[in-house]
């Protein structure tokens, strides 16, 4: 069972952290809950910090230092440093050059350090059991010119501890003595984190796993609305890695991500500024190859299909003309780009109503099959 694991590379440190964090907060909740009492005060503890830690990894550690997604004054910068390493998900400096390097070679077997080819636990976790230090650090050049990014990563640890495990602990410890400061501890502390964690983790095992690719199906990363509801927006990993330098990942309207609002609250408040967008028109041009990308191959597929069904035939033709009418606005949009004409709003609306259109009428074929199969 344990023949093939590299014992001599793996870091015991990490990853008796790790477990230990985990099954302290698994075992040590339900019991001091089941002894104390449901608390709102702990539970307050907890949200906050909660907050506090898993915001300044999204926002901070993700959108502002890996990705250079906008520029933040020195406060923002100073917190989320200080509430990033509270997550103990490692320094700025470390978490940005596994990320940079994750997205240069995403699904690489040799050279994603966290890929999803290597399995579901591997990608989650497992790739930590075999981070080694020191490292070279190569493609952050930028961020080791940051003063206090340095700092921090020189810091982190006794930072993390200092704020994500003590401040809880003396907190509680003030609100209700010795029961609160244990529950300061052990829920705003060590079941923070590890949720935090893993909220993270699951970005990088379930957002390559389930959901869906509406920009980009070359690439293993995947669209998720409830990952989004739990890590304050990531959840949209398809159009992360197809715009990766976009502050925003829940790009339309409707779509939960907390963290774009807040950067967009801080550009307003003066505390940030030159906020990365994609134009509209190369995410439609990326919807709009994809859509019908898929509804090709939809065709193909159905094609083979000896069926007297004109329900079913009449479903082929309109799929048929959609998927034409997708390749004539992409080259439209394209030639604009090209050109470097503006497409106005109402064109962009009109073709993404095709979009939408293409996707109902590819799910309606798609649930024709099994009872055409029948």
């Not at 014992?7 to 001091?32: C, E, H, K, M, Q």
């Not at 636990?121 to 050049?141: C, D, Q, S």
């Not at 890695?241 to 502050?247: K, L, V």
């Not at 080259?331 to 709003?345: T, Y």
């Amino acid at each position: 069972m344990f023949s093939n694991i590299p014992f001599d590379r793996v870091n015991w440190f990490t990853s008796g952290f790790l477990v230990i964090t985990f099954f302290t907060a698994l075992i040590g909740t339900p019991l001091y809950f089941y002894h104390f009492g449901i608390d709102p005060f702990i539970i307050g503890l907890f949200s906050v910090f909660f907050i506090a830690t898993g915001m300044s990894i999204t926002l901070g550690y993700h959108r502002l230092f890996a990705h250079k997604a906008f520029k933040a004054s020195k406060t923002v910068k100073f917190l989320t440093l200080i509430f990033g390493a509270a997550a103990f998900e490692d320094s700025a400096l470390d978490w940005s050059s596994d990320h940079r390097q994750h997205h240069k070679h995403v699904d690489d077997e040799n050279d994603d350090p966290y890929a999803i080819s290597k399995g579901f636990f591997y990608a989650h976790m497992g790739w930590i059991f075999f981070k080694l230090y020191p490292r070279e650090l190569t493609n952050v050049g930028d961020l080791k010119k940051d003063k206090m990014v340095m700092w921090q990563h020189k810091h982190h640890q006794i930072i993390g501890v200092l704020v994500g495990l003590v401040l809880p602990a003396v907190l509680g410890g003030l609100y209700n003595g010795w029961v609160g400061a244990l529950g300061g501890f052990l829920i705003g502390g060590v079941t923070r984190l590890v949720c935090v964690q893993h909220c993270t983790f699951l970005i990088n095992s379930l957002c390559h796993t389930m959901g869906n690719r509406p920009y980009d199906s070359e690439t293993s990363a995947r669209d998720s609305w409830l990952m989004a509801i739990f890590t304050f927006g990531e959840g949209y990993h398809n159009y992360h890695h197809s715009f990766q330098h976009d502050y925003r990942n829940g790009v339309k309207p409707w779509q939960w991500d907390p963290t774009k609002w807040a950067i967009w609250t801080l550009k307003k408040l003066g505390l940030a500024s030159d906020l990365r967008t994609v134009p509209e028109e190369k995410i439609i041009l990326a919807e709009m190859r994809e859509t019908q990308k898929q509804a090709d191959a939809q065709l193909k597929e159905n094609q083979s299909w000896n069926v007297s069904c004109p329900n079913f035939k009449e479903a082929m033709d309109q799929l048929a003309d959609l998927s034409e009418k997708l390749s004539e606005g992409y080259a439209e949009i394209e030639q604009a780009a090209a050109d470097r004409v503006q497409v106005s709003r109402e064109k962009l609306a009109y073709w993404r109503e095709q979009v939408s259109e293409t996707i109902e009428q590819l799910t309606l074929l798609r649930g024709m099959q099994p009872q055409m199969a029948a």
